[in-house]
């Protein structure tokens, strides 16, 4: 059995501090206060509320989102993880081994991880999230949370290639164009006859262009991590990770 894990649609939009936090910031906005940050960026009052609740309360459902993956992987259960992973602790998440504090990484649980990469140029994303924006809908993103993730990811890169090797797992790489849904583009997997498909070579180039490497440099590092797996025949894999970025 899967449990699905995300910290902002199943969360922060979920959580009863965020709806009023919301509620009283949109309020503020819509009476005789003047706040400069709504002013000034000529938000709505429902656009500055979730601007707030956003900003006040991302924290909070990050850490119920890292709760229920301790509890997930405690019995177990194959998790599908609906985040970014950009951020600086996916290394140690995936493969830290302290015995003393009690802390292990998903692989060293015995976990195989199945990154799903679903990627666009910045300026679509950029129009993406101005439009959801506009819309009033959902959660707010600011701008520069949205370019600073898409310099993140190209930090963690080799991550998304080299640990689903080494776990004996896979990558798969969706690239979407303005307007269209995402296509897949490759995929690179082990536990293939093939081990590499690339349907769209046009789109992962695009990809990899996007990050300064090529499809060639993200498939050694796959094989490298295959490699080093051989290496550590005490790599067992009862679990299911599936990742989504």
């Not at 991880?113 to 679903?118: A, K, Q, R, Y």
């Not at 997997?189 to 990809?207: C, H, I, V």
Request: glycine share 8%.
């Amino acid at each position: 059995d899967y449990i699905y894990i995300d910290p902002d649609e199943t969360a922060l939009l979920r959580m009863k501090p965020y709806e009023r936090t919301f509620k009283k910031a949109m309020g503020l906005a819509c009476s005789d206060v003047k706040i400069a940050y709504a002013t000034q960026d000529r938000l709505s009052p429902e656009q500055f509320g979730r601007f707030i609740g956003y900003i006040y309360w991302r924290w909070g459902s990050n850490y119920i989102a890292n709760d229920f993956q301790n509890r997930a992987s405690e019995k177990g259960y194959s998790i599908a993880l609906g985040t970014t992973a950009t951020g600086g602790q996916v290394e140690n998440q995936m493969m830290r081994n302290d015995p003393q504090a009690g802390i292990k990484g998903y692989i060293r649980q015995g976990y195989n991880v199945h990154w799903l990469l679903v990627d666009a140029s910045l300026e679509d994303k950029l129009e993406d999230n101005a439009r959801r924006f506009a819309d009033a809908k959902g959660k707010y993103v600011p701008e520069y949370d949205v370019r600073g993730k898409a310099d993140a990811l190209k930090g963690n890169l080799p991550l998304y290639f080299r640990l689903p090797g080494l776990s004996g797992g896979s990558t798969s790489l969706y690239w979407r164009e303005a307007g269209k849904a995402p296509e897949l583009a490759a995929v690179w997997n082990k536990s293939t006859t093939q081990g590499f498909a690339e349907p769209r070579a046009d789109l992962s180039q695009k990809f990899a262009a996007k990050y300064g490497t090529s499809v060639q440099a993200l498939t050694q590092l796959f094989e490298e991590g295959s490699t080093e797996r051989q290496a550590n025949p005490d790599l067992k894999l009862p679990h299911h990770l599936a990742r989504r970025r």
